[in-house]
């Protein structure tokens, strides 16, 4: 057995982020680590890797008692971990990327030709043969970022256990299907690969090993072939999740939002579209087709080149204040840098916009913004200590959940949703879902750009493909399937 936890434990104050976490994963093998977001997953992943240390348990590498003291002992003891968001130094080229932290010195001066040897050994494992070495990080696609992160962690010859947590999230369709087979290659080559990943059909598809956290502790293991997806989803949430993907009856009213030849600076071109009261239109498409600049030439984040933006028949400029007032809110995809305010509290977060109704003077009152938050933490089942827990501190799936509390505070009609799920778990994403149809139901307008094609056939009613800018036809949804639409974004 490659890879042995026995009853790891690990809190964070009184938090208990571990309570007896075991798993074996086999030389060679591909093994899926699953579970919702807040089931330990990170915390176990940083132990394993030296960010962190066990409270109490057994780690074993290779039948050897193993404790990773640092990152760079466990490095050396030969486990590695791509994280879900990698840190790069993105003006520095991919040859001082791979090997940044761990350049072979000679002298006081790095050895320049033993890290050219190292990093193309690395990069070859991984088919990063079309950038070069001297290319700046700043210049290459988001795939080619993350297969220079997968390179970075290979470029250690003593890899044996590689963790690569949520890889495909930020990949297209044929990138996925280039990574998948770099890990069978590298399980061919006895490399354990711990795969973290909320997308059930790529576990399907890549690991043979599994097994399943839920609020810190391991509740399941086995061999992927003897699982149905029904069963692990049940054994992620706790509950059986009966209907992933909710409909209620909707009746569209009239329009509420019309794009007339809406173009921006470079993204997108010539758009026209239409969106009406209790529907969800769909936007489909690859990564840099113009989906994310969209969104944001509608609510005024980018500079529209030409065209109109009408929210109830009235034209409205190209100004978030303006499509606020219009009761228009925006989702970012990118909960970090723009959705979030992570140094505050649940409840600033929830009523940052809106603060003028909670108190005199355009003062929120502390009390009426706990008040507030307390609210929606009940309705979304946002799991946390209370509404002044600081957001930072919550997983991926309740910080989305709190970042649409925000604009259900705002009680906006038309919510512009960017990758609304992006990087939550199953259980989250059913809420999110569920969420979305009771705004459909009770008369709201949602368009909402997703890279996941089966969610896109599951809760719209119609359907867009963009390619390189340009939008084609919202057709209905009995139109569109998963298949037919990945060939129309691939253009």
């Known amino acids: 057995m490659r890879l ?229 989803v049940s054994l992620m949430a706790g509950r059986t999740v009966t209907e992933l993907f909710p409909r209620s009856p909707r009746t569209p009213g009239e329009t509420v939002l019309e794009l007339r030849d809406l173009s921006g600076r470079r993204l997108p071109h010539q758009v026209s579209l239409s969106l009406r009261r209790g529907e969800v239109v769909g936007i489909a498409g690859l990564v840099g087709s113009g989906r994310t600049e969209l969104l944001r030439a509608i609510y005024g984040l980018d500079a529209r080149a030409a065209g109109q933006v009408r929210v109830n028949g009235a034209e409205v400029k190209a100004l978030p204040v303006a499509l606020s007032t219009h009761k228009v809110g925006l989702l970012s995809e990118d909960r970090k840098g723009e959705g979030l305010a992570e140094s505050l509290s649940i409840a600033e977060n929830i009523t940052l916009s809106g603060r003028a109704a909670l108190g005199p003077w355009g003062l929120a009152l502390p009390g009426r913004s706990r008040a507030a938050a307390a609210r929606w933490i009940a309705k979304l089942g946002v799991r946390c200590r209370g509404p002044e827990q600081r957001v930072g501190a919550l997983s991926g799936g309740n910080q989305q959940k709190v970042a649409l509390a925000r604009l259900l505070e705002q009680d906006v009609d038309v919510l512009l949703l960017d990758e609304p799920t992006r990087g939550i778990d199953v259980g989250s994403r059913a809420d999110i879902y569920r969420l979305i149809d009771e705004l459909a139901a009770r008369g709201k307008a949602v368009l909402m750009v997703s890279s996941y094609m089966p969610e896109l056939v599951g809760i719209c009613d119609r359907i867009a493909v963009m390619v390189r800018g340009h939008l084609g036809p919202a057709r209905p949804v009995s139109e569109r399937s998963e298949h037919a639409l990945l060939l129309e974004a691939t253009g």
Do not use: W
Not at 92 to 112: A, I, K, Q, W, Y
Not at 116 to 137: C, H, W
Not at 150 to 178: H, Q, Y
Not at 197 to 209: D, G, N, P
């Open 4 to 232: 042995e936890l026995r009853e790891l434990c690990k809190s964070f104050g009184a938090a208990r982020a571990l309570d007896g976490v075991s798993l074996s994963a086999s030389a060679g093998a591909v093994h899926a680590v699953l579970g919702e977001n807040g089931a330990g997953k990170s915390t176990l992943m940083k132990i394993l890797s030296g960010a962190e240390r066990a409270d109490a348990g057994e780690l074993r590498l290779d039948g050897a008692p193993f404790r990773a003291e640092s990152p760079e002992a466990a490095r050396r003891a030969g486990v590695s971990i791509v994280y879900q968001e990698p840190l790069f130094c993105p003006d520095l080229s991919v040859r001082e990327n791979v090997l940044l932290g761990h350049e072979p010195m000679r002298g006081p001066f790095v050895d320049v030709e033993r890290s050219t040897k190292i990093a193309e050994r690395a990069l070859a494992q991984v088919g990063g043969s079309s950038f070069g070495l001297d290319t700046p990080l700043l210049r290459l696609a988001p795939a080619d970022r993350q297969l220079v992160s997968i390179a970075r962690a290979l470029s250690n010859a003593n890899c044996k256990v590689l963790i690569l947590d949520e890889p495909t999230s930020a990949l297209t369709g044929a990138d996925t299907e280039r990574l998948f087979d770099i890990v069978r290659k590298l399980a061919r080559q006895g490399v354990t690969v711990l795969y973290i990943s909320h997308f059930l059909e790529e576990v399907e598809r890549i690991a043979s090993e599994y097994t399943v956290l839920r609020d810190g502790r391991s509740v399941a293991s086995g061999r992927v072939a003897d699982a149905t997806r029904g069963a692990l």
